[in-house]
């Protein structure tokens, strides 16, 4: 899995964030890229903090600007709607430090078939959802034997 593309910023709280955005067919080069004014925005799917919802699954969403069509970028974009769910992942890394020491903050998978793509001359933003993945295991079986058994 090879790192695509990544964008560095800086909160108003002072907190530096890094987007790492992963391709697991990817080889090349690393593209740095500029974020919308948001960054990243986090959002926890549930509601509110009951006693039966411990585990709450969450996704982000970014805006990535696109110079123009023969930017590696667009070729992100164009792989991404082309290509399989999982394929793109990616790791949001925080630092309080101003960026010398990183630690993993966010984990996901890029959801090609929720992305925003403005209708306007180029440069341009792309607007990206990802999800932590929990909503995706809804559907998996529990092993209760392999519970018991622990």
């Given at each position: 899995?090879?790192?695509?593309?990544?964008s560095?910023?800086?909160?108003?709280q002072?907190?530096?964030?890094?987007?790492?955005?992963?391709?697991?067919?990817?080889?090349g080069?690393?593209?740095e890229f500029?974020?919308?004014?948001?960054?990243?925005?986090?959002?926890?799917?549930?509601?509110?903090?009951?006693?039966y919802?411990?585990i709450?699954?969450?996704s982000?969403?970014?805006e990535?600007?696109?110079?123009?069509?023969?930017?590696?970028?667009y070729?992100?974009i164009t792989?991404?709607?082309?290509g399989a769910q999982?394929r793109?992942?990616?790791?949001?890394?925080?630092?309080?430090?101003?960026?010398i020491?990183?630690?993993?903050?966010w984990h996901?998978v890029?959801?090609?078939?929720i992305?925003?793509?403005?209708?306007?001359?180029?440069?341009s933003?792309?607007?990206?959802?990802?999800?932590d993945?929990l909503?995706l295991?809804?559907?998996?079986?529990?092993?209760?034997?392999?519970?018991?058994s622990?």
């Amino acid at each position: 899995m090879g790192l695509y593309a990544y964008s560095e910023f800086t909160s108003d709280q002072g907190v530096t964030y890094k987007i790492n955005v992963y391709d697991s067919t990817y080889s090349g080069a690393t593209t740095e890229f500029s974020c919308g004014a948001d960054g990243f925005v986090l959002t926890y799917q549930g509601i509110g903090d009951e006693r039966y919802q411990p585990i709450k699954s969450s996704s982000i969403t970014f805006e990535m600007n696109v110079p123009d069509t023969s930017s590696t970028l667009y070729t992100l974009i164009t792989n991404l709607q082309g290509g399989a769910q999982g394929r793109f992942k990616i790791k949001i890394e925080r630092s309080e430090d101003l960026g010398i020491n990183y630690y993993d903050f966010w984990h996901g998978v890029l959801i090609p078939d929720i992305a925003i793509f403005e209708d306007v001359p180029f440069p341009s933003f792309y607007k990206f959802t990802a999800t932590d993945g929990l909503s995706l295991m809804k559907d998996i079986a529990f092993d209760t034997d392999v519970y018991q058994s622990a």
